[in-house]
């Protein structure tokens, strides 16, 4: 899984490498656990964040066949 752009301030778009995935669930987490954000059953790949402070998040994905995914990102 590839989240782009990394570091960003508005939104952010998640690619998967296995073309056959797509998305159940996004959760948004910040550095002490706390869910941020989360999203089901999206229309799209890009996830808005510009109500989020600044700061690191750790992105969770499940997706539709199961698979976990984690990243870090960024929010200037």
């Known amino acids: 899984m590839l989240i782009f752009?990394?570091?960003?301030?508005?939104?952010?778009?998640?690619s998967f490498?296995?073309?056959q995935e797509s998305i159940k669930q996004v959760c948004i987490f910040d550095m002490q656990g706390k869910i941020m954000l989360r999203q089901?059953?999206?229309?799209s790949n890009t996830i808005?964040?510009?109500?989020l402070p600044s700061?690191?998040?750790i992105v969770q994905v499940i997706s539709k066949r199961?698979?976990?995914y984690t990243s870090k990102l960024v929010k200037e």
């Open 66 to 68: 199961g698979k976990e």
């Open 5 to 14: 752009p990394n570091p960003t301030n508005l939104s952010f778009t998640i």
């Open 40 to 43: 089901e059953n999206l229309s």
């Open 17 to 19: 490498t296995e073309t």
């Open 48 to 51: 808005n964040i510009s109500n």
């Open 55 to 57: 700061g690191t998040y």
